[in-house]
């Protein structure tokens, strides 16, 4: 459930399309490997958008 949340909450920021781009990236940059947080921060960086502190926030439990 908090995934979705951190989701949505890049999603209100980010906009569809950048966020689509960002995914887009984030899935081809890591196919049949494993990722981190650290690669979906990057692949939102190359979409024109910084959002690690937003993930580290949801991942060290400093938001819902």
Known sequence: CKGLLLFDALL???GR???N???QDY???NAF???DAEALASSFARAG???LPV???FTEGRTV
């Open 49 to 51: 958008m910084e959002v």
């Open 33 to 35: 490997g494993i990722a």
């Open 55 to 57: 993930i580290k926030a």
């Open 21 to 23: 781009a960002a995914l």
């Open 27 to 29: 899935f081809s940059s």
């Open 12 to 14: 209100s920021l980010s």
């Open 17 to 19: 399309e950048r966020m």
